[in-house]
C-alpha cells in the first residue's frame, strides 16, 4: 500500500454498527460489561478507547511500525520513553535539542539520577565516545530544532546494535512522508502530533511508534499507568488530519524550496538552514534518508541584531508570530526568546541559535505572496 492510500486508510474501518465511512467519537469514559471481567475489548478509556486506537494503528501503520500509542502531548510520550528507565542509566543525545526535550531532560528526569550527555551529533564518534555500560537511550532529532541539522540515523543505528542500547527519534520535523526511522534501524519513533500529523493547529497530541514488542509491552503501561492519554475528539481531529498529510507535506517542500532559495540570495541573510540546499552541512545524508526536505526553515540575519530579528518576527502579515509550527498557515518565531528561551544563552550560542536566529514554518498558502511577506519584512 502506497504512502496516500495508507494516510486514507490504514488503521481506520467503516463503523460495524452503522456504516460510518469516518471513525465515530467514542466520547465515553467506560464500558458496559456483560459480566465481571467480560467485555467487547474495552473497559475504562485511560486504557483503550476505540477512537484513539483508531488512530494509534493509523500512525503506526504510516511509520511501517507494528505498535503506537497516543499522548496528551509530545512531552507526554517523550515522558513515557525516559520512564523506561531507571537511576544510573545515561542518555546521549544532540547538543543542538529542542527547547522542551532539554528541559524534561535536566529539570526533570536528572534529579531521579539519570544521567545525559549532550553531543554534537553530525560527528558520529562523539556519540561514540560517550557509550559506556550504563547507555541505555540515544535520543536523535533530525532534522533538529531549530539548525536544522541532519543526523545520520544508520550510522547511530550501527552504535546501538547488539548493546541494548534503546535508539528512540523525534521524526516531528520530517513526518513518515518524508522519513521512516524504524526502517534505518530506530526501536521507537516519536512525534508531537500537535505539529504536522494534525496539520491544522487545533489540537495537542504526542505518539509513540515501535516494532519492538518488549518496548511496546513497556510503552503500553507506561501509557496506562500515568494515564497522560489524549481524548477521543482529539484523536478524531488528528484521523482527519493524516487523510491530507501526503497533500500538505507535498506543499510544504515545494513552499519551502523556493522560501529558502529566495532567502538564500537576499543580500540582509547571513545563513538559510534547510537540508535541501546543497551547502547544507549534511545534504548528502538528508538526500539518503528524506525523500524530501520540508517546509522549517532557520536563518540568521548579517550584523546578527535581535532589535532587527524582533523587527522582523512582528512586520510580517501572512506569517504569523506564534509558537509550534507544521499547521497549513505560516508561522514565523524567534528560538532564542520563544521555543528555546529555557536553554542557557551560552549552550543556544555554542549549538547556533544566535539572537538573530528567525525560524519559518513555511504553511500551504501561494508560495508568492509568502516571499512578498517575507521581502517587505526584511526591507523593514
Same mark, same amino acid.
Given at each position: ?154 550510522? /547511530?543505528?550501527?552504535?546501538? &546494535?547488539?548493546?541494548? !542500547?534503546?535508539? $528512540? ?5 520530517? =513526518?513518515? *512522508? ?118 522549517? /526553515?532557520?536563518?540568521?540575519? &548579517?550584523?546578527?541584531? !535581535?532589535?532587527? $530579528? ?5 512586520? =510580517?502579515? *501572512? ?62
Amino acid at each position: 500500500m502506497k504512502f496516500g492510500t495508507k494516510a486514507i486508510h490504514a488503521g481506520v474501518k467503516p463503523d460495524p454498527a452503522t456504516g460510518a465511512i469516518m471513525t465515530p467519537i467514542y466520547q465515553t469514559s467506560t464500558y458496559v460489561q456483560e459480566a465481571i471481567g467480560v467485555n467487547k475489548g474495552y473497559a475504562y478509556s485511560r486504557s483503550g478507547n476505540p477512537t484513539r486506537n483508531a488512530l494509534e494503528n493509523s500512525i503506526a501503520a504510516l511509520e511501517n511500525g507494528s505498535y503506537g500509542a497516543c499522548f496528551g502531548s509530545g512531552m507526554a510520550a517523550i515522558d513515557c520513553v525516559l520512564k523506561m528507565l531507571k537511576p544510573e542509566d545515561e542518555v546521549i543525545s544532540t547538543d543542538d535539542l529542542y527547547g522542551g526535550s532539554y528541559r524534561i531532560f535536566k529539570t526533570i528526569f536528572e534529579k531521579y539520577g539519570i544521567k545525559f550527555h549532550y553531543v554534537n551529533m553530525l560527528d558520529v564518534k562523539q556519540v561514540e565516545s560517550k557509550i559506556n555500560q550504563n547507555t541505555k537511550l540515544i535520543w536523535v532529532e533530525t532534522p533538529t530544532n531549530p539548525m536544522m541539522n541532519i543526523i545520520d540515523i544508520k550510522a /547511530i543505528a550501527k552504535l546501538c &546494535k547488539n548493546k541494548k !542500547i534503546i535508539l $528512540a527519534v523525534d521524526n516531528t520535523f520530517a =513526518t513518515p *512522508y518524508l522519513q521512516k526511522p524504524l526502517e534505518l534501524g530506530a526501536d521507537i519513533v516519536m512525534h508531537s502530533v500537535t505539529k504536522y500529523l494534525g496539520g491544522h493547529s487545533d489540537v495537542v497530541m504526542g505518539a509513540l511508534v515501535t516494532k519492538n514488542d518488549d518496548i511496546a509491552k513497556e510503552m503500553y503501561h507506561i501509557q496506562n499507568a500515568s494515564g497522560a492519554v489524549t481524548a477521543p475528539m482529539d484523536s478524531f481531529l488528528v484521523l482527519r488530519g493524516i487523510k491530507t498529510l501526503h497533500l500538505r507535506m507535498q506543499r510544504h517542500c515545494e513552499n519551502g524550496a523556493k522560501i529558502a532559495a529566495f532567502l538564500n540570495e537576499h543580500p540582509k541573510v547571513e545563513n538559510v538552514y534547510w537540508p535541501g540546499l546543497k551547502t547544507h552541512k549534511n545534504h548528502l545524508i538528508a538526500k539518503e534518508q528524506m525523500s524530501n526536505f520540508g517546509g522549517m /526553515i532557520s536563518f540568521s540575519l &548579517k550584523g546578527n541584531n !535581535i532589535e532587527d $530579528a524582533k523587527k522582523i518576527v512582528t512586520s =510580517t502579515k *501572512y506569517f504569523v508570530l506564534a509558537e509550534s509550527l507544521g499547521g497549513v498557515e505560516s508561522l514565523i518565531g524567534h528560538p532564542a526568546t520563544m521555543t528555546h528561551a529555557s536553554i542557557p544563552k551560552n549552550v543556544r550560542e555554542k549549538s547556533g541559535i544566535v539572537d538573530s536566529l528567525i525560524r519559518l514554518s513555511v504553511g500551504v498558502e501561494d508560495v508568492t505572496d509568502l516571499i512578498e511577506d517575507l521581502n517587505n519584512a526584511l526591507k523593514a
